[in-house]
């Protein structure tokens, strides 16, 4: 069995300056840049206190998730996740895509419809909180942002990782907005 202390070490914790200092002035949506996604992960990660954490990229890769921000768990034993998701039924984030709204489970298997999920037996997900990213000027959604871990947080916590999740969302998509290129 997997278990995770919520000590485990981060990584160096970026500052929103600095993921976004790594974005690029234009940014092509096609082409996604993976190293100011991977600090914005990082942030995300950190300041969330789960192990993984991910900017989930839909439609790049047909019919699969492609983490273009991608943060795993640093001095454990838990598993590392790969930048891509060959499945559409894997993970709760095609989920957020579908409703385009922000989804905390505080304990994956405490609901019916999400328990049976195969990240919870492949990585012995028990937590998730993800929001999407939605473009504002065209009302496409991106993606989502989310963070993932072993163990199952309090009830408690539920509206203060809906606040955190969808600020962090903002950030990321006005940073996104500016830099786009337009139709």
């Given at each position: 069995m997997i278990h995770s202390t919520g000590n485990e070490p981060l990584l160096a914790q970026p500052t929103p300056g600095d993921w976004e200092s790594l974005l690029p002035d234009v940014i092509?949506?096609?082409?996604p840049p993976v190293g100011a996604f991977d600090a914005f992960a990082a942030l995300l990660g950190g300041e969330s206190g789960l192990p993984y954490a991910m900017v989930n990229w839909f439609g790049v890769v047909p019919d699969q998730q492609l983490f273009v921000g991608l943060y795993n768990p640093v001095g454990t034993d838990l598993p590392q996740a790969d930048r891509t998701m060959p499945e559409l039924t894997h993970g709760w984030c095609p989920d957020v895509v579908k409703n385009r709204r922000t989804l905390i489970l505080n304990d994956t298997l405490a609901y019916a419809q999400f328990a049976t999920n195969p990240?919870?037996?492949?990585f012995g997900i028990r937590t998730y909180q993800g929001s999407p990213l939605i473009d504002p000027r065209t009302d496409q959604v991106w993606g989502t942002i989310c963070g993932i871990g072993p163990t199952p947080r309090?009830?408690?916590?539920?509206?203060?990782s809906r606040a955190f999740m969808e600020h962090h969302r903002d950030l990321l998509v006005k940073a996104v907005q500016e830099r786009t290129r337009t139709p």
């Open positions: 092509d949506l096609a082409n990240v919870i037996d492949e309090s009830r408690s916590v539920g509206r203060p």
